[in-house]
């Protein structure tokens, strides 16, 4: 067909076409004005202040919700938490006509005293609350206990804060209703 004189030189035509073509490519690129900028948009909707992984769970314990706990003579409630709470900050508010106190919580009743406490179980995980009014017959609560319980994981926890009460608390990391 050709000659090896003639292939030569056709290999070396399309080699130096082939990077003269990239060259021009590179080299001259298309660039686009971006032209003037449009309207400034809506503002976004507002956030919810960084407390999405705060848990805030209104409890309602019922005088039938009370379990009689026979090693520790005393009234017990387990409530379930979903999630993974491992050295989470977790407090706890009895709601009552005068506000909120945190656990535990001790109130004056009738000559006896009426306590509360809350323990954090991570491998169940639960929160239970324990009961005892003080008396040697240890009867059940006879009225609804209404109680917030926080969860508040390791790193949004704010150092130097005393959230003695559900209302400081709720300021503090901007909690809902």
Not at 62 to 67: E, G, M
Request: proline letters at 6%; a positive charge.
């Amino acid at each position: 067909m050709f000659s090896e004189k003639t292939m030569k030189l056709i290999t070396t035509f399309l080699t130096f076409s082939v990077a003269l073509a990239f060259a021009a490519l590179t080299l001259v690129s298309c660039k686009k004005d971006p032209g003037p900028a449009g309207p400034k948009g809506d503002t976004g909707a507002a956030g919810a202040n960084g407390v999405a992984n705060i848990k805030n769970y209104s409890v309602l314990i019922r005088p039938s919700d009370w379990v009689w706990d026979a090693t520790y003579k005393q009234w017990a409630f387990d409530y379930p938490v979903t999630g993974d709470y491992y050295n989470a900050a977790v407090m706890s508010y009895v709601i009552s006509g005068n506000g909120s106190e945190a656990m535990p919580y001790q109130n004056q009743l009738d000559g006896s005293i009426t306590s509360f406490s809350t323990f954090f179980f991570i491998a169940t995980p639960k929160v239970v609350f324990k009961y005892y009014n003080g008396t040697t017959t240890l009867a059940r609560p006879t009225v609804d206990k209404s109680i917030r319980l926080v969860i508040i994981p390791p790193t949004m926890v704010k150092t130097g804060a005393d959230p003695k009460t559900y209302a400081v608390a709720k300021a503090l990391y901007h909690l809902a209703d």
